[in-house]
């Protein structure tokens, strides 16, 4: 098995981002983490759920326990995805996970097999994760925002993102995180009801309802862009800096 500074190597991040014990440094933590400016309204009160199909659609997944959330996703035409789909990517992970991250949507590989980032930006993340002392199998829950390819990979129509919305907060009242890590402009845009943009987001602490909330890259956005790994870097250092200390039986970063 590779070694923490061998996978640092790998992200291209040794020796800069090295990570020491402050308290062996003499270094005292900071009382406070950087906290956002402004709450965006990521809990923002919720409209009044409609009447008809689409209200008894909500309230049925408000309800669904992890044995059926998979099968009602892959059951699920809401929106046209369920067309042109081959496999829907419902996430992937431990259901007691202290941090979720959230991504946009899966792609040709992650839509072949049905597990979310399992491609060459899965194998960044899971390699950022492993230099933190987690892994994708504990401690960690990742999924994404649409839960079905969109077409060439293209970005995530609002419509369909709202289809989706259900399902995912679902996933998240099922794992109740002491952490979400949006990965990338479409899931922070979901989770904190904005357009601004990932640079203007990232460094600081969000709230989604009372979960903290920490914005990175998307990790294919990374392997086009390998200078910004160190800024994602970062904002892990951030993330395990804001989770709150583990309580559960699982480990976690």
């Known amino acids: 098995m590779a070694t923490r500074d061998e996978i640092l190597r790998e992200l291209g991040l040794a020796p800069t981002w090295r990570l020491r014990s402050r308290a062996h440094a003499g270094e005292a933590l900071p009382?406070?983490?950087?906290?956002?400016?402004?709450?965006?309204?990521?809990?923002?009160?919720?409209?009044?759920?409609?009447?008809?199909?689409?209200?008894e659609r909500l309230a049925r997944i408000a309800a669904l326990e992890w044995s059926?959330?998979?099968?009602?996703?892959?059951?699920c035409n809401a929106c046209g995805l369920c067309r042109t789909r081959n496999r829907s990517v419902p996430g992937v992970g431990d259901p007691r996970a202290?941090?979720?991250?959230?991504?946009?949507?899966?792609?040709?590989?992650?839509?072949?097999?049905?597990?979310?980032?399992?491609?060459?930006?899965g194998k960044l993340l899971d390699n950022m994760l492993a230099a933190l002392g987690a892994s994708r199998r504990e401690g960690v829950y990742i999924a994404n925002v649409l839960k079905?390819?969109?077409?060439?990979?293209?970005?995530?129509?609002?419509?369909e993102?709202?289809?989706?919305?259900?399902?995912?907060?679902?996933?998240?009242?099922?794992?109740?995180?002491?952490?979400?890590?949006?990965?990338g402009r479409s899931a922070a845009s979901l989770l904190l009801g904005t357009d601004a943009t990932i640079a203007s987001l990232r460094g600081r602490v969000h709230r989604w309802r009372s979960t903290p909330l920490v914005v990175t890259y998307h990790p294919a956005y990374l392997l086009r862009n390998l200078p910004d790994k160190a800024k994602a870097w970062e904002d892990l250092l951030l993330a395990r800096q804001v989770a709150a200390p583990d309580t559960?039986?699982?480990s976690a970063p």
């Open 31 to 55: 009382a406070e983490v950087p906290e956002a400016d402004v709450v965006v309204p990521a809990g923002r009160v919720q409209p009044l759920r409609p009447a008809g199909e689409a209200g």
């Open 68 to 75: 059926a959330l998979a099968a009602d996703i892959d059951a």
């Open 98 to 121: 202290r941090w979720l991250l959230v991504g946009e949507a899966p792609g040709a590989e992650e839509d072949a097999r049905g597990e979310p980032f399992v491609g060459q930006a």
């Open 148 to 159: 079905c390819r969109p077409p060439g990979n293209r970005t995530p129509e609002p419509a």
């Open 161 to 183: 993102a709202e289809a989706c919305r259900p399902y995912l907060e679902r996933q998240i009242a099922l794992i109740g995180p002491q952490l979400i890590v949006a990965l």
């Open 248 to 250: 559960r039986t699982s």
